[in-house]
RNA sequence: GUGGGUGUAGCUCAGCUGGUAGAGCGCUGCGUUGUGGUCGCAGAUGCCGCGGGUUCAAGUCCCGUCACUCACCCCA
């Protein structure tokens, strides 16, 4: 029987790289719990022409990207490309935007992209995003970025930066695509490039190759025509992320993908990571909500990658994170003792205490070789003698030194809870010094 | 989607100019009594990605294919 293989660009996190997959996820995550964000829960396909119209007809994330199929009734359905356009379908379908605003949510989950795969640029993505939805105050910008900012740093993540620059608004923005096109169009560009400058002209600022961006060197830039109250917001936003206490550079050529950006635009991005350096980014988006047929609301938000955040993480070498699966590992020596290992084990996971017990009857030394493996920092161990005397074995794996304690079940695990307590403390403070 | 590289034990890789496979790590066992992590000894494990071709002979050369990978592009 040949095997089967998982579909291209499909990654699998498996043991014991899965744990630090997690861990990034969580780490993430709480930094959005942490500032009073609300979870929100949504499907991974929706209508196709929720991403037409909320991303964007002229973006290469709907042109050539999406995983779109018909389903049995006939319907065009799409696997979630990203996180935004969801969120303000919920949010209009639920009503949240007639209620308190602003509406605040974070989400996380797979997203997808039909793309030629490569390192950190999977077809299956995994993102952390949030949303803050229903107002155009500065303090929503700056604590939106904060936040990721700190959701990386409480990784441990110090070789990242901010780019960071406005895209205008409805008002500021075509007068300057109109310059800017009419500056393009005394370029030399090739073909590709110069239909690009009529779709989406901003894009061929960011140009990678040098012939092209030679000339582009006094090219006009965004952020040298934003309107008045554009301009106002922008200088604010900086101001705020000052005592936010976030470091950032001025981007003015950056640009994104996605069609709904609009004012406050920015990228985290780490230099180790090859091609695929970018590992999170955001912006605010002026006239999504209406275009999906909601309210007429302002919101801002950003997704998080956690593949490549994980992969940050381990360029920066940060991982393992840990290696700790279980507290206590339980080995029952000879057939009769069993059963009283796994009440022992029932009492111990009951207590909150991750605990895991040897199978197959092995010999005290393969179990020992098995316990090592598992890297429990306590093992008990419950054989004949201890059960002629009532007690069981604790080990503590680190020093070797074993004691024996009563098997009366709420002394055994008041103590091997004080044993758990002590060792926790050891080790933080030797992460501390 | 376009171009380059790679594909050998569970993992990381070696295998020169073609002669039917190796290391380190890991794994299993042993070093006598109920003790792991160190050390020593022994052992198991390979459709050499897949398909075809050249050749007396292919892991080694050629073609195709798939996967991974790097860059472009795009983005998380």
């Known amino acids: 029987m040949g095997a089967i293989n998982a579909p291209k660009g499909v990654p699998d996190y498996v043991p014991p790289r899965s744990r630090d997959f997690y861990f990034v996820q969580e780490r993430l995550s709480a930094s959005a719990r942490l500032s009073g964000y609300e979870y929100i829960e949504l499907p991974v396909f929706e209508a196709t022409e929720l991403f037409e119209r909320g991303v964007g007809t002229s973006t290469d994330v709907v042109q050539k990207e999406m995983y779109t199929f018909t389903d ?23 009503r949240l935007d007639k209620g308190s605003l602003p509406v605040k949510l974070w989400y996380r989950g797979p997203f997808f992209r039909a793309e030629r795969p490569q390192h950190g640029r999977y077809r299956q993505l995994q993102q952390v995003g949030v949303e803050a939805i229903g107002s155009v105050d500065s303090i929503i910008d700056a604590e939106v970025i904060a936040l990721a900012d700190q959701a990386y740093r409480s990784l441990g993540l110090t070789n990242f930066h901010l780019d960071l620059t406005s895209l205008g608004c409805a008002r500021c923005r075509p007068a300057y695509r109109l310059k800017l096109q009419e500056f393009l169009s005394t370029c030399d560009l090739d073909q590709d490039t110069r239909e690009r400058a009529e779709v989406n002209p901003l894009r061929v600022l960011d140009d990678k190759r040098e012939i092209v961006a030679a000339q582009l060197i006094n090219a006009p830039l965004m952020i040298d025509s934003l309107c008045e109250p554009c301009q106002q917001h922008y200088d604010q936003v900086r101001e705020l992320l000052h005592i936010f206490g976030v470091r950032w550079n001025e981007a003015p050529r950056m640009v994104r993908g996605l069609d709904y950006y ?157 044993n758990l307590d002590t060792i926790n403390r050891d080790t933080k403070k030797e992460e501390q010094s």
């Open 72 to 94: 049995r009734g006939d319907r065009s359905i799409t696997l979630r490309p990203e996180g935004t356009a969801g969120v303000m379908r919920a949010v209009i379908e639920n």
């Open 262 to 418: 609009t004012r406050t635009t920015f990228e985290f991005v780490h230099p180790d990571l090859g091609a695929q350096s970018g590992i999170g980014g955001g912006g605010r988006y002026d006239g999504l909500m209406a275009e999906l047929g909601g309210s007429e609301l302002s919101g801002i938000g950003f997704g998080l990658g956690v593949d490549r955040t994980l992969l940050a993480c381990e360029a920066e070498g940060l991982t393992p994170f840990s290696s700790r699966i279980i507290d206590v590992f339980v080995i029952p020596l000879g057939v009769e003792s069993r059963e009283p290992c796994i009440s022992l084990l029932v009492h111990l996971r009951a207590a909150g205490i991750a605990a895991d017990i040897c199978v197959d009857n092995r010999s005290i030394k393969s179990a020992m070789k098995a316990a090592n493996n598992t890297n429990a920092p306590l093992v008990l161990i419950l054989g004949p003698d201890e059960r002629a005397s009532r007690s069981v074995v604790i080990k503590n794996m680190a020093s070797g030194e074993q004691q024996s304690l009563s098997n009366e079940p709420r002394t055994l695990i008041a103590a091997v809870q004080e």
